[in-house]
C-alpha cells in the first residue's frame, strides 16, 4: 500500500517556467488537498477537492491551479513560477472531508531561482 | 479566518513530560488535531479531539476546551525520537484545516 506518493522530491525552476507537481494516492479517499510549508512555518492550503470533478481554492491560491478528473490524482501546477513560490508542497488525502486524519505525502521541495 | 498559537519551542529530557499548548481563533470549528514532522518529513496524524476532554493515545495524549478555545498534547515518557515538530490544527468547514506554525520538540538525554 503506497498511501499518497509526489512526484518529483526536488525541482528547480527559473523563473516564469510552468510545472505540474503530481500526487496520487490509492486509498480511495475522497478528499485531496495540497498545502505548502515555508521555513519554520506550518502548513499553508492552497487548493482542495472533496471527489473527482470538485475543486476549491484554500488560503493562498494565487499562482496554482488544480483539477480532479480521477479519484486518486490531483496535480498541482504551477502557471509562471516566481521566487516567492519556493518551498516545500505537500500533498494530503483523508477519507472525506469530515474525516479529521489526513495521509501526506513524502513533499516536493521546489526552488524558484 | 483563523489563527492559532503555540509555543515555537520546548525542551525536556528523556523520561519526562512535556505539554504543548495551542489556542485558536476561528469563525468555524468542527475539531482539533495534532501532526508530528520530523525534519525534512512528512507531518503524520496523531490525535483529534472533536469534543471537550482528553482522548489518550499511547504515550501521547489530546486536551480540548472549546469554551477556552484551547487545546494541548500531552507527550509522557519522552524518548529522542520524540524530537520533532508537532503541529496544531483546527479543522473547518468543507474539511478544510489551518494550521499553527509548529512548536519545535528538543529531548535531551
Known amino acids: 500500500n503506497a498511501g499518497v506518493t509526489q512526484t518529483p522530491k526536488f525541482q528547480v525552476l527559473k523563473t516564469g517556467q510552468s510545472m505540474t507537481l503530481q500526487c496520487a494516492q490509492d486509498m480511495n479517499h475522497e478528499y485531496m488537498s495540497w498545502y505548502r510549508q515555508d521555513p519554520g512555518m506550518g502548513l499553508r492550503l492552497i487548493h482542495y477537492s472533496v471527489g473527482a470533478g470538485i475543486t476549491d481554492q484554500g488560503e493562498v491560491p494565487n499562482g496554482y491551479n488544480v483539477s480532479r478528473s480521477t479519484t486518486e490524482d490531483f496535480p498541482l501546477r504551477l502557471l509562471s513560477a516566481a521566487p516567492s513560490q519556493t518551498s516545500v508542497y505537500f500533498c494530503?488525502?483523508?477519507?472525506?472531508?469530515?474525516?479529521?486524519?489526513?495521509?501526506f505525502g513524502q513533499g516536493t521541495r521546489l526552488t524558484v531561482v | 479566518g483563523q489563527s492559532l498559537e503555540q509555543p515555537s519551542e520546548v525542551t525536556a529530557v528523556e523520561g519526562a513530560i512535556v505539554q504543548i499548548n495551542c489556542t485558536y481563533q476561528t469563525s468555524g470549528f468542527y475539531g482539533l488535531s495534532w501532526y508530528q514532522q520530523h525534519d525534512g518529513g512528512a507531518p503524520t496524524f496523531l490525535s483529534y479531539?472533536?469534543?471537550?476532554g482528553l482522548e489518550e493515545t499511547g504515550r501521547f495524549s489530546s486536551f480540548l476546551s472549546r469554551s477556552d478555545s484551547y487545546g494541548y498534547l500531552l507527550l509522557q515518557e519522552l524518548q529522542m525520537k520524540d524530537s520533532a515538530s508537532y503541529f496544531c490544527?483546527?479543522?473547518?468547514?468543507?474539511?478544510?484545516?489551518?494550521f499553527g506554525d509548529g512548536t519545535t520538540l528538543t529531548v535531551k538525554p
Open positions: 494530503a488525502s483523508s477519507y472525506s472531508g469530515q474525516h479529521p486524519e489526513a495521509f
Open positions: 479531539n472533536a469534543l471537550d
Open positions: 490544527a483546527v479543522m473547518g468547514g468543507a474539511g478544510k484545516s489551518t
